[in-house]
Nanobody, 124 residues
Framework: QVQLAESGGGLVQAGGSLRLSCAASGRTFSNFGMGWFRQAPGKEREFVATINWSGGSTYCADSVKGRFTISRDNAKNTVYLQMNNLKPEDTAVYYC?????????????????WGQGTQVTVSS
């Protein structure tokens, strides 16, 4: 069974930065694509960023391009989301997911496992 544990969320002022981490259990972490999604109150879960198995391919949502960066360290079984120039509209619970396969995926239905989420709150 794969377990994902997010950390690094918190309260930050607009314009500030946070780095989220997602630690995965299991020995096959490096075989799979990973992604970050977020869900604000009353809204559906939305795609934020995704990275392929090697880290050589990444893709971010238009709303975060130029501000957020996804990366991974396969030796540590961890994926990161560096968030800079945060805005109040970035406020949400952020979830990491492990995909069924090794590519990049924007559709949450292509993810097999999810973490419990970490709250990010950006004050204006």
């Amino acid at each position: 069974q794969v377990q994902l544990a997010e950390s690094g969320g918190g309260l930050v002022q607009a314009g500030g930065s946070l780095r989220l981490s997602c630690a995965a259990s299991g020995r096959t972490f490096s075989n799979f694509g990973m992604g970050w999604f977020r869900q604000a109150p009353g809204k559906e879960r939305e795609f934020v960023a995704t990275i392929n198995w090697s880290g050589g391919s990444t893709y971010c949502a238009d709303s975060v391009k130029g501000r957020f960066t996804i990366s991974r360290d396969n030796a540590k079984n961890t994926v990161y989301l560096q968030m800079n120039n945060l805005k109040p509209e970035d406020t949400a619970v952020y979830y990491c997911g492990r995909a069924y396969s090794g590519g990049v995926y924007t559709n949450n239905r292509l993810y097999a496992y999810w973490g419990q989420g970490t709250q990010v709150t950006v004050s204006s």
